[in-house]
């Protein structure tokens, strides 16, 4: 299994889509380059992403994760698995849910600066993932914003993550950078400062390394978008490795996903007489709460 590198800068609307079907529809996963978010403002969100995890443990503990209704904080190595049951995640997060809209008070975020910085980035992410909707609702003929209507941004989170380096992996290897699992909404957007460590698991049970292209960004469908689609589009499992070498791992992830109240019920097109409705279905906050209890236990 490949990657499919996909370049948004060539190509019209329909032969993007055509492409973007393909890799959806096989792999869940895409790169792509050209998406139109100026390099400034994604180097600027790693800077800042590196020098609030540079800080000392004291300091990080000032904006700790709460609770996963407010989905915004800091956490550190261990607090979260990814796949549950399994040893806590060798990382560190911020996660920024809502960051524009945001009411949390002043004293829940760093500093001005990671403020505006993280608030220019989810509005640039979200520029790119509604163009991305747009694409998607087009494979399969429905109104150009019929997902991108369902986002008003209740559940759309930027995380900011940090693999630190030199780790040691607890219980004979069990222990992961990030805990094998799918991602839960619509589609993430995800930026990689170079160093690899992602991998997307095959239809044979294989991993398969994501390498890290400078300029690009991974991108990939999550459950909802599988359920709505009766599985044409797919949420595939994906991990990172544990960081055991002497390299810092950043990356940083957008989640695009619908609002709560958005039920999400298999599209008709989706369905041919030989399969049936796979999926019951579930309002996206009811999926995105157990999904988040489940890895936050
Ligand atoms: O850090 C990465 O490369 C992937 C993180 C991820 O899959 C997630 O947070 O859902
Ligand atoms: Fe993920």
């Given at each position: 299994?490949?990657?499919?590198?996909?370049?948004?800068?060539?190509?019209?609307?329909?032969?993007?889509?055509?492409?973007?079907?393909?890799?959806?529809?096989?792999?869940?996963?895409?790169?792509?380059?050209?998406?139109?978010?100026?390099?400034?403002?994604?180097?600027?969100?790693?800077?800042?992403?590196?020098?609030?995890?540079?800080?000392?443990?004291?300091?990080?503990?000032?904006?700790?994760?709460?609770?996963?209704?407010?989905n915004f904080?800091?956490?550190?190595?261990?607090?979260?698995?990814?796949?549950?049951?399994?040893?806590?995640?060798?990382?560190?997060?911020?996660?920024l849910r809502l960051a524009p809209g945001s009411d949390?008070?002043?004293?829940?975020?760093?500093?001005?600066?990671?403020?505006?910085?993280?608030q220019?980035?989810y509005n640039?992410c979200l520029g790119?993932a509604t163009?991305?909707?747009?694409?998607?609702?087009?494979?399969?003929?429905?109104?150009?914003?019929?997902?991108s209507a369902t986002v008003g941004g209740e559940n759309v989170a930027l995380?900011?993550?940090?693999?630190?380096?030199?780790?040691?992996?607890?219980?004979?290897?069990?222990?992961?950078?990030?805990?094998?699992?799918?991602?839960?909404g619509i589609?993430?957007?995800?930026?990689?400062?170079?160093?690899?460590?992602?991998?997307?698991?095959?239809?044979?049970?294989?991993?398969?390394?994501?390498?890290?292209?400078?300029?690009?960004?991974?991108?990939?469908?999550?459950?909802?978008?599988?359920?709505?689609?009766?599985?044409?589009?797919?949420?595939?499992?994906?991990?990172?490795?544990?960081?055991?070498?002497?390299?810092?791992?950043?990356?940083?992830?957008f989640f695009v996903d619908p609002d709560s109240q958005t039920?999400?019920?298999?599209?008709?097109?989706?369905?041919?007489?030989?399969?049936?409705?796979?999926?019951?279905?579930?309002?996206a906050?009811?999926?995105i709460?157990?999904?988040?209890?489940?890895?936050?236990?």
């Amino acid at each position: 299994m490949e990657i499919p590198l996909i370049d948004f800068s060539s190509g019209s609307d329909e032969e993007l889509a055509a492409q973007l079907a393909y890799a959806m529809g096989e792999v869940g996963f895409m790169t792509v380059t050209n998406i139109g978010i100026p390099t400034e403002i994604i180097d600027a969100i790693f800077r800042v992403s590196s020098q609030f995890f540079e800080r000392d443990t004291d300091y990080k503990h000032q904006y700790l994760y709460r609770n996963v209704s407010e989905n915004f904080g800091y956490q550190g190595v261990g607090m979260e698995s990814l796949e549950p049951g399994k040893p806590g995640d060798l990382k560190e997060t911020f996660t920024l849910r809502l960051a524009p809209g945001s009411d949390l008070g002043e004293d829940r975020w760093p500093s001005e600066a990671f403020r505006s910085t993280a608030q220019n980035f989810y509005n640039e992410c979200l520029g790119a993932a509604t163009r991305i909707m747009r694409l998607m609702a087009r494979v399969f003929e429905l109104p150009e914003d019929f997902f991108s209507a369902t986002v008003g941004g209740e559940n759309v989170a930027l995380r900011l993550l940090f693999y630190p380096r030199e780790q040691q992996v607890a219980d004979g290897g069990e222990q992961l950078g990030a805990g094998a699992h799918t991602d839960y909404g619509i589609l993430t957007l995800l930026f990689q400062s170079g160093v690899g460590g992602l991998e997307v698991r095959d239809g044979n049970g294989q991993w398969i390394p994501v390498p890290s292209i400078p300029g690009s960004v991974v991108i990939n469908t999550g459950d909802l978008m599988h359920r709505w689609t009766n599985g044409h589009f797919r949420s595939t499992e994906h991990r990172v490795k544990p960081m055991t070498s002497t390299q810092d791992r950043y990356s940083v992830a957008f989640f695009v996903d619908p609002d709560s109240q958005t039920l999400i019920e298999v599209l008709p097109q989706c369905v041919d007489e030989s399969e049936g409705v796979t999926y019951p279905p579930i309002t996206a906050g009811e999926h995105i709460r157990q999904k988040l209890q489940r890895s936050h236990n």
